[in-house]
Each structure stands twice: as C-alpha cells, then as structure tokens.
C-alpha cells in the first residue's frame, strides 16, 4: 500500500512540474500572441526542413496530442506562419509548411523559451538529469 501512496505522490508531482512548465512557456510566449502548443507545431514545421507536412503528422509529433490541431493550424495561417496547400497527390490531404515569417517568428519565441528555462539548466547535474530522463522513460514503458 505504500507502494501505492509514493506512486502516486509522484505522478502528481510529474503532473504539476509539466503543467507548472507549460504554463510559465506560455506566459512567455503570449507577448508573441503564440500558444505553447503553436510554437511546438511552428518546431515540428521547422523540423520538416521546408518538405510538407499532414496534420496528422504534426499529431503523432506533438509534446500534448490535441484535439483541436486543425484549429491550431488555422490560426497560424490567420498569423502569415504557416501555408496549406492541397497535396497533389492526395487531394483529402492537405500539406502545412511553415513560411518565412513561421521561421523568423520562431527565433524570436526560441530565444525567449531559451531565456526561460536559463535558471533550472543547472538546477540538477548531468548525472541527475540522465537519472530523471531515465526513470520517467523507465514508468512509462
């Protein structure tokens, strides 16, 4: 039954350090008017290295699935970061790559996420972080 109890201490406390994190990204982001989910799709696009990509392949890469990826996706396009286009060889498939303004939008919000998380870089040592990375992939497989 202890077993139990510091399980699930722990999970709450992986819960809460993720939500703490995302929600301190978007607050440092919303200067930008970008979510936290925006700019991991504008990673994701960026990644792709100008070659398109499917929605539900933005999906299988997200941090966070979401639902309302399409809507995410509009709302780039509304921005001028991102394009849709039909994919020639597939017409119910639609390709997003990110544009110009995608990538030079995503170093400004890159340098703020970097400047962010500055502070806990060295919170932990190498060894410790290797350990943490370790354990996390260890409970989830």
């Not at 890469?61 to 509009?74: E, F, K, P």
């Not at 939008?105 to 932990?124: Q, S």
Request: charged residues 30%; aromatic residues 6%; hydrophobic residues 40%.
């Amino acid at each position: 039954m202890e077993n139990k109890r510091a399980y699930i201490q722990a999970i709450f406390e992986i819960i809460r350090t993720g939500h703490w994190f995302t929600d301190e990204v978007n607050k440092s982001l919303k200067e930008f008017g970008v979510t936290e989910p925006q700019f991991n799709v504008l990673r994701i696009l960026r990644g792709a290295k100008g070659r398109p990509v499917s929605v539900g392949e933005i999906l299988e890469n997200m941090l966070q699935s979401s639902s309302n990826i399409t809507r995410l996706v509009d709302k780039l396009i509304a921005k001028g970061y991102v394009k849709r286009t039909e994919c020639p060889t597939n017409r119910r498939k639609m390709d997003i790559t990110i544009t110009e303004d995608g990538l030079n939008i995503l170093e400004k919000l890159d340098e703020k996420v970097i400047a962010f998380h500055a502070p806990y870089v060295n919170k932990l040592t190498e060894k410790e972080l290797n350990s943490l990375r370790n354990l996390i992939i260890k409970l989830t497989s």
